[in-house]
């Protein structure tokens, strides 16, 4: 079938009408016909979401963006999918992702400001929605969702006057009326809750506090909600279903060290001295699989690992680029050939896996084929200059040392990292 007898097909699919199941087979074998063709595979994927098949579209994005991570019409198209699928937080992280590439992508935008609108932040969801129309002031569809978020907006109650140490406090004082002990760190923005003895989670203070601010119940239902969902957690259950959590599985590089505040974690050797522990990740917090998950779910250690990789590497997250400056580190452009230092710094308090992806260290690879030296600062960040760099080297190893100070670093070592091979920096 050639491409002008499929011409109204591909209308239909671009005004988002469903097809028949007759039609997506046209599709399926335009697609097979011309191999590598990212046109018509988008085309087949979006017509699978149109016609309710979301499941069905998204492996053929996924398999797209394996081959080509960086291009947003593919990270476009997997978020339409997963949010048709109720996975809004990975369609959020790939819409963010091509707006960290393409500031002005339109699509992006709108579908980030309808999710953010559903997420109950329209005044977010207002900014990106005027960022459409501002380079297109006919988009009819960015306006009817901005006219929502605005009024939205108008309804809001106002701000709390809570202060963040306030809604720490409270937050304690809840937990410790569930029967939940805990124990606040504001300097660095960290509550930690014990679930059990030697079983603890761990939270961002900050994250919890903007939440709460936002939540438009208020905040004493925000707190009395989370506290409900940790307590829940606390059941003498431990192990989920496997098949609720097998997406949420992701790997935690962490120093031997960490297991004293961790507790009993399931855990394998790591290189470089290091260890992988294995989260279940969570929009408000991070928890460790307990070392009886692999028993009760009959899957080796080595199965659970190569799970959580391929859930990490989903969603590749380029490293950042950095010039040091007068004031300390300042960001490079995205493209910009001027730079000192990488980062990967996601937040999600897997950037030091991401150093042992392939999929990530095939992005450091479009940097620079180079060894590197990497610092270990926080969780949340991995830093990284070329290895024959004297005076970033000596930045580096300065904010190793002061890392050092803080509970919170995972190691303050410097590491070396070549061809994907992680050890120790011996300087």
Request: charged share 25%; with cysteine.
């Amino acid at each position: 079938m050639n491409e002008r007898t499929l011409e109204p097909l591909v209308a239909r699919v671009e005004a988002g009408a469903p097809l028949s199941p007759r039609e997506l087979e046209q599709l399926e074998l335009a697609v097979q016909a011309r191999p590598g063709n990212l046109d018509w595979l988008l085309c087949l994927a979006h017509a699978l979401v149109n016609s309710e098949r979301a499941a069905q579209a998204l492996p053929l994005l996924e398999r797209a963006a394996a081959s080509r991570p960086d291009e947003p019409l593919i990270l476009t198209a997997r978020a339409r999918a997963l949010s048709a699928l109720e996975r809004y937080a990975e369609a959020e992280r790939d819409l963010r992702t091509t707006l960290a590439k393409s500031p002005g992508h339109a699509d992006a935008l709108r579908a980030l400001g309808l999710l953010r609108l559903r997420a109950g932040a329209p005044r977010e969801a207002a900014e990106l929605l005027r960022g459409v129309l501002a380079a297109d002031p006919l988009d009819e569809t960015a306006r009817a969702v901005l006219a929502e978020a605005e009024a939205a907006t108008d309804a809001e109650p106002g701000p709390p006057a809570l202060s963040k140490s306030d809604f720490a406090r409270e937050l304690q004082t809840s937990l410790t009326e569930c029967g939940l002990k805990s124990r606040v760190d504001l300097e660095a923005s960290l509550i930690v809750v014990a679930l059990a003895p030697r079983r603890e989670v761990r939270l961002s203070v900050t994250a919890l506090w903007a939440s709460a601010q936002s939540e438009r119940r208020g905040h004493a239902w925000f707190i009395e909600d989370l506290v409900g969902r940790l307590t829940r957690m606390k059941a003498t259950d431990r192990v989920p279903p496997f098949e609720q959590v097998r997406e949420r599985i992701f790997p935690a590089l962490r120093p031997k060290s960490f297991l004293a505040r961790a507790g009993p974690v399931l855990q394998s050797e790591a290189p470089a001295g290091l260890l992988w522990l294995f989260a279940l990740d969570h929009p408000d917090f991070v928890s460790y699989l307990p070392p009886e998950c692999s028993e009760h779910w009959g899957l080796g250690v080595p199965e659970l690992a190569a799970l959580a990789m391929t859930n990490l590497e989903r969603n590749p997250v380029p490293p950042n680029r950095y010039r040091i400056g007068p004031r300390g580190l300042e960001p490079a452009a995205a493209g910009s050939e001027r730079w000192d230092l990488l980062a990967f710094e996601a937040g999600d308090g897997y950037d030091t896996s991401r150093l042992l992806s392939p999929a990530h260290q095939a992005l450091l690879d479009h940097v620079d084929r180079i060894p590197w030296v990497v610092a270990m600062p926080a969780s949340a960040c991995a830093l990284l200059a070329r290895l024959h760099d004297d005076s970033t080297l000596e930045v580096l190893k300065g904010i190793a040392k002061g890392a050092a100070q803080s509970e919170g670093a995972p190691t303050a070592q410097l590491f070396r990292i070549d061809a994907g091979r992680l050890e120790p920096f011996a300087d």
